[in-house]
């Protein structure tokens, strides 16, 4: 009888370690971006992200007002009550979508984007957010690819010594025309910053490339520091935008291959309402990701 005792209450505490073990799985940081919720003020973005347990959120406009460093909500005057809006709120800002492009080649169109890039440096730095987004963008046909592609490494440098004191980092997101992932490797190889990395977007990748997300993440896991993730049915006739589960995009391969890899950033649903109107409405949308997201991920 007591050696039974002693087996139920050692068996007792393994069970109780295992729930504690359970209880403590870590979980997936999910943040939206407010490109799908581009009639929204920020108090309902906020709002909405609590309801909807987002514990991040990614800026990429407000009420469609893209140029955020000069939006009044991040003046001078307001700045600290916004951030005191989302610590009270216990979120978090993870990322700050700029428009800035690296691939221009003429000195002036070059400079305009640096300089609004830095402008979205200062502005993170300001709220304690740690990614800024830039695009690569394009590789036009009237440039030689070889330049485009060391302009874009050029700008790179110089933004990530810009962002140095800063504590953000300079993340080029796989977009555009750069969404193969050799010459996003050769980018971020050559870049060799410790304040540059990636957002990976692998659908805007695998839509074209139809390179499988599991091999592109092995190759760029490195530099992956954000995401962008989004389903879509994708089909001779193009791409139409789903709720996540819906399309056909390999979203799971990409997911898992993120957690297996030791991922441990956000994964942020990146809705594009604003540029696709006739999609689902966000009160739809956001809610839908949030619900659905462990599906994929477990």
Same mark, same amino acid.
């Given at each position: 009888?007591?050696?039974?005792?002693?087996?139920?209450?050692?068996?007792?505490?393994?069970?109780?370690?295992?729930?504690?073990?359970?209880?403590?799985?870590?979980?997936?940081?999910?943040?939206?971006?407010?490109?799908?919720?581009?009639?929204?003020?920020?108090?309902?973005?906020?709002?909405?992200?609590?309801?909807?347990?987002?514990?991040?959120?990614?800026?990429?406009?407000?009420?469609?007002?893209?140029?955020?460093?000069?939006?009044?909500?991040?003046?001078?005057?307001?700045?600290?009550?916004?951030?005191?809006?989302?610590?009270?709120?216990?979120?978090?800002?993870?990322?700050?979508?700029?428009?800035?492009?690296?691939?221009?080649?003429?000195?002036?169109?070059?400079?305009?984007?640096?300089?609004?890039?830095?402008?979205?440096?200062?502005?993170?730095?300001?709220?304690?957010?740690?990614?800024?987004?830039?695009?690569?963008?394009?590789?036009?046909?009237?440039?030689?690819?070889?330049?485009?592609?060391?302009?874009?490494?050029?700008?790179?440098?110089?933004?990530?010594?810009?962002?140095?004191? $800063? /504590?953000? =980092?300079?993340? @080029?997101?796989?977009? &555009?025309?750069?969404?193969?992932?050799?010459? #996003? %490797?050769?980018?971020?190889?050559?870049?060799?910053?410790?304040?540059?990395?990636?957002?990976?977007?692998?659908?805007?990748?695998?839509?074209?490339?139809?390179?499988?997300?599991?091999?592109?993440?092995?190759?760029?896991?490195?530099?992956?520091?954000?995401?962008?993730?989004?389903?879509?049915?994708?089909?001779? $006739? /193009?791409? =139409?935008?789903? @709720?996540?589960?819906? &399309?056909?995009?390999?979203?799971?391969?990409? #997911? %898992?291959?993120?957690?297996?890899?030791?991922?441990?950033?956000?994964?942020?649903?990146?809705?594009?309402?604003?540029?696709?109107?006739?999609?689902?409405?966000?009160?739809?949308?956001?809610?839908?990701?949030?619900?659905?997201?462990?599906?994929?991920?477990?």
């Amino acid at each position: 009888m007591k050696n039974r005792r002693a087996f139920l209450k050692q068996s007792s505490g393994l069970i109780g370690l295992s729930a504690w073990h359970i209880f403590q799985a870590p979980k997936a940081l999910l943040s939206f971006s407010t490109l799908g919720c581009p009639a929204w003020d920020f108090p309902q973005v906020i709002q909405h992200a609590v309801k909807n347990a987002y514990s991040g959120i990614e800026i990429r406009g407000i009420k469609g007002n893209l140029d955020l460093p000069t939006h009044p909500i991040f003046s001078q005057s307001n700045i600290s009550s916004t951030k005191r809006q989302v610590q009270d709120a216990g979120l978090k800002i993870v990322n700050l979508g700029s428009s800035a492009n690296m691939h221009f080649l003429d000195p002036k169109k070059k400079q305009s984007n640096l300089d609004e890039a830095k402008k979205f440096i200062e502005l993170a730095s300001q709220l304690s957010c740690p990614f800024i987004r830039v695009f690569p963008n394009d590789l036009p046909k009237d440039q030689d690819e070889k330049e485009t592609v060391q302009a874009i490494i050029q700008s790179l440098i110089e933004l990530g010594n810009f962002a140095k004191s $800063s /504590g953000v =980092k300079v993340l @080029l997101e796989s977009h &555009g025309k750069v969404i193969k992932s050799d010459m #996003l %490797l050769h980018i971020m190889q050559e870049t060799n910053h410790a304040q540059v990395g990636l957002v990976w977007d692998f659908f805007n990748m695998w839509s074209i490339t139809k390179e499988p997300p599991a091999q592109v993440y092995s190759l760029l896991k490195k530099y992956i520091l954000h995401t962008h993730i989004k389903d879509a049915i994708v089909s001779d $006739s /193009g791409e =139409k935008y789903t @709720l996540l589960g819906e &399309g056909n995009a390999p979203v799971k391969e990409a #997911l %898992l291959a993120l957690k297996a890899g030791g991922y441990t950033g956000y994964y942020s649903f990146e809705w594009e309402k604003l540029w696709h109107p006739e999609i689902q409405e966000p009160e739809i949308a956001i809610p839908h990701f949030s619900k659905n997201f462990s599906k994929f991920w477990q």
